[in-house]
């Protein structure tokens, strides 16, 4: 018997595939997870030639569901260097106002950011538990992919940026990657957006992004805004990636005239109790 939650995740999904997949495309990014099953099952049910689209998985589980439902499969690394997805579709852990995301719950969070990073949007697909006014408001920590080598040290520097108590998931010993790292769980108070502190979205990642309210969120207090303890955490020795999404979407990097896409979704799709879709999309900058 279908469950309620299985039932929102589909109904989220068959919404996102309707309004953002055609079969014109060339090259289509297919996240992890148990809602990513039905954007792809979402995509079949079409009924339309997909023969010519290749699709990129975001890991080893990705690309079994993407050859299981007989659709073809290719790795990132194989696209042509000015090629970018023309979609990716992808879960979260957690959604917030400003789409925001946390993500690496199934341990996959560095190739779906290569991923969404890729393609000219990501669009996510979740149900309605993933719907938050801010993140770590009921997902407990933020995933983070560390070289095993350096997890004592790592853990180590999360405690002094005020994770109480960040640890090396494990189940019958630490739980590996694709890339044969471990993941590391660290819990924070809620997170902060740029709208709590009067500063603007525009970061990619990389530094870039309007800096009024500088000092603000950066753990004064215990309170950290996203994107600053994402950029702090991605700069300790050993830290390969940060599961939180934050900055730019890929429409928004279009629109500054680069090449490439974005950390955050164009668009979140949370299946709800009553058979209904909620849709947050990305602000339209002024």
């Given at each position: 018997?279908?469950?309620?939650?299985?039932?929102?995740?589909?109904?989220?999904?068959?919404?996102?595939?309707?309004?953002?997949f055609s079969p014109e495309f060339q090259y289509v990014g297919i996240g992890s997870g148990s809602t990513i099953v039905y954007v792809v099952d979402a995509i079949r049910a079409l009924n339309v030639d997909v023969s010519k689209i290749s699709f990129v998985p975001t890991g080893?589980?990705?690309?079994?569901?993407?050859?299981?439902?007989?659709?073809?499969?290719?790795?990132?690394?194989?696209?042509?260097?000015?090629?970018?997805?023309?979609?990716?579709?992808?879960?979260?852990?957690?959604?917030?106002?400003e789409l925001n995301c946390?993500?690496?719950?199934?341990?996959?969070?560095?190739?779906?950011?290569?991923?969404?990073?890729?393609?000219?949007?990501?669009?996510?697909?979740?149900?309605?538990?993933?719907?938050?006014?801010?993140?770590?408001?009921?997902?407990p920590s933020i995933p983070i992919e560390v070289e095993p080598l350096a997890a004592a040290r790592v853990l180590r520097v999360l405690r002094v940026l005020?994770?109480?108590?960040?640890?090396?998931?494990?189940?019958?010993?630490?739980?590996?990657?694709?890339q044969d790292n471990f993941i590391v769980d660290a819990p924070f108070p809620t997170l902060l957006t740029a709208e709590d502190l009067g500063t603007s979205e525009g970061g990619n990642g990389e530094g870039k992004g309007d800096t009024k309210g500088k000092g603000k969120g950066k753990g004064e207090n215990g309170k950290w805004e996203v994107q600053s303890l994402a950029r702090e955490i991605k700069l300790i020795?050993?830290?390969?990636?940060?599961?939180l999404f934050f900055g730019r979407n890929g429409v928004e990097v279009a629109a500054?005239?680069?090449?490439?896409?974005?950390?955050?979704?164009v668009a979140a799709y949370f299946g709800m109790t009553d058979g209904s879709v909620v849709v947050r999309e990305a602000k339209k900058k002024s």
């Open positions: 018997m279908t469950t309620p939650i299985e039932t929102a995740k589909r109904n989220a999904a068959q919404r996102a595939v309707d309004e953002h080893n589980e990705s690309r079994k569901m993407i050859v299981k439902a007989g659709l073809t499969p290719i790795t990132l690394d194989s696209l042509p260097a000015d090629v970018l997805l023309d979609v990716a579709f992808d879960g979260a852990d957690e959604v917030d106002e946390i993500k690496g719950g199934g341990a996959c969070l560095y190739q779906e950011k290569l991923v969404a990073m890729q393609a000219q949007k990501f669009v996510c697909v979740a149900d309605h538990r993933k719907l938050v006014p801010r993140l770590l408001t009921s997902w005020g994770s109480p108590s960040p640890s090396v998931r494990d189940k019958d010993g630490p739980i590996k990657t694709d020795q050993g830290v390969l990636e940060v599961g500054d005239g680069e090449f490439g896409g974005g950390q955050k979704p």
